[in-house]
């Protein structure tokens, strides 16, 4: 657990919590009924990165030596950093065969922008961790090159919405990511995203 900090748990925050809503419990039971036949796959979720692939990231970011050694033992997953149901509440599923993810995400009071709606920076988050898992999944160690986000409509604080994600192109090194955020009924479309990933190279030298 190389980039994790001794004191975060082994929780899994992708079950079901008691702050979870109605419709985030429903989504969860839909989405685990379509689990049953393994065409998709409900992700797990910590409070810290510990597959291998965390493992092996300093070798390959080549920035290793500007990681603050001692800072680094308080790491913990941007996401995973409010209490329970004050901040972000998700759960991601995976369809291989689709190359999409889709996330239930109830977002909590403290992500609050403009009064009663969220804040930018915590849809643009989601949006992040959402594409990015979609780019880890088939690219492995990837970083955010590009995420342009065209938020058409302000999402009421403390929302249930679902982020649609699908791998549109693999180039090289370079994974193509696009995704929308809808309401649950998916009537209303508040968001769309497209995204860049590129898979680090372990020869690489950053200049
Ligand atoms: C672990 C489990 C976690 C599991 C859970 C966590 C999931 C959350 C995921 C969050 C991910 C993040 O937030 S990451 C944090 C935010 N991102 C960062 O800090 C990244 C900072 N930038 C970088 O480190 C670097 O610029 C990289 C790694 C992105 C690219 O550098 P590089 O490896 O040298 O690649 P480079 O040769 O320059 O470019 C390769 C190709 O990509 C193209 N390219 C590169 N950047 C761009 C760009 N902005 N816009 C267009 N195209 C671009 C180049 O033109 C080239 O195309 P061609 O000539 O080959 O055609």
Same mark, same amino acid.
């Given at each position: 657990r190389l980039l994790s900090s001794e004191k975060v748990s082994d929780k899994n925050h992708s079950l079901p919590k008691p702050c979870w809503g109605k419709d985030m419990r429903l989504l969860f039971d839909q989405f685990m009924k379509k689990c049953e036949d393994g065409s998709w796959i409900h992700l797990p979720s910590y409070e810290?990165?510990?597959t291998q692939r965390s493992q092996d990231f300093p070798t390959f970011i080549h920035?290793?030596? *500007?990681?603050?050694k001692e800072k680094l033992s308080q790491g913990r997953l941007f996401t995973k950093s409010f209490e329970d149901g004050l901040g972000f509440e998700y759960v991601m599923f995976y369809n291989d065969a689709e190359k999409r993810i889709v996330c239930v995400f109830q977002g909590g009071?403290? *992500?609050?922008?403009?009064?009663g709606f969220f804040h930018g920076g915590a849809i643009a988050t989601m949006i992040d961790a959402t594409v990015g898992m979609n780019a880890i999944v088939s690219g492995g160690i990837v970083m955010t090159a590009n995420l342009n986000i065209n938020f058409k409509r302000p999402i009421p604080l403390c929302s249930i919405v679902l982020i649609n994600s699908q791998l549109d192109k693999i180039e090289g090194r370079k994974l193509l990511v696009s995704c929308n955020v809808q309401s649950v009924d998916e009537k209303i479309l508040y968001t769309e995203a497209t995204s860049l990933f590129v898979k680090l190279n372990p020869e690489k030298e950053f200049d």
């Open positions: 810290y990165i510990a920035a290793s030596e *500007l990681i603050n009071p403290h *992500l609050q922008g403009m009064p």
